[in-house]
């Protein structure tokens, strides 16, 4: 149970933000004894793998900031956070941590299962992320950009390392991620029936 709550944190912080759980996973794993990835995943700890991830995770932690550029961000990133998701997910459930010493061998027998878990889990919170930026934007001309990418940012840590230190705080992170689908749905169709009021059809 552990490890799927761990994969699935690490998952859903991919979906916030594609390279912080990477990069939390390879640092811990290379610098600390708080995880042992598995073989197939040691890469990421590679000292060049781990320059790469960082160097990605500055230029989109700076382009998610930018009214306008923060949509194209998440129009490229509709690819690379789920895939980045299926990784995380995948190495996390495989990987000894400070919670997890004894972790089992689920999914075992389809190596793809846990990609695909881990792709869908991070493609749901990257549509939700990337559906709120427009609304946020136009609501406050903007300025809401960048204090809602910090947001979005810290959220991605914080599951990051919960997932690894602390895997039952995952729940209480996928509550939170939930009511916000909600209320972002609701603000979109708010929106709409506002615009709807505004402008609306042509009697026939």
Known sequence: MLELLT?????????????????ILGALDRFTGLVELPAAW??????????????LLV????????????????????VVRPTAG??????GIGSETVAVTDPET??????????AVGVGLALLVHLAKAAARPVINTATAG????????????????????????????????VLLAIALILVVRRRRRTRR????????PAP
């Open 7 to 23: 994969g699935t944190g690490l998952a859903l912080a991919a979906g916030l933000n594609a390279w912080i759980p990477l990069v």
């Open 59 to 78: 230029v989109e932690f700076v382009a998610d900031k930018i009214p306008g550029l923060d949509s194209v961000n998440d129009l490229v990133q509709t």
């Open 143 to 174: 300025v809401g950009a960048p204090i809602a990418s910090a947001v979005e940012d810290a959220g991605s840590f914080t599951l990051a390392f919960a997932a690894i230190l602390a895997p039952v705080l995952v729940i209480l992170g996928i």
């Open 42 to 55: 040691a890469w990421l700890a590679n000292e060049w793998v781990l320059l790469i991830l960082v160097v």
């Open 106 to 115: 689920f999914f075992a027998s389809s190596q793809w299962v846990p990609i």
């Open 194 to 201: 506002a615009r709807s009021a505004e402008h609306p059809l």
């Open 86 to 91: 299926g990784l995380a997910f995948s190495s």
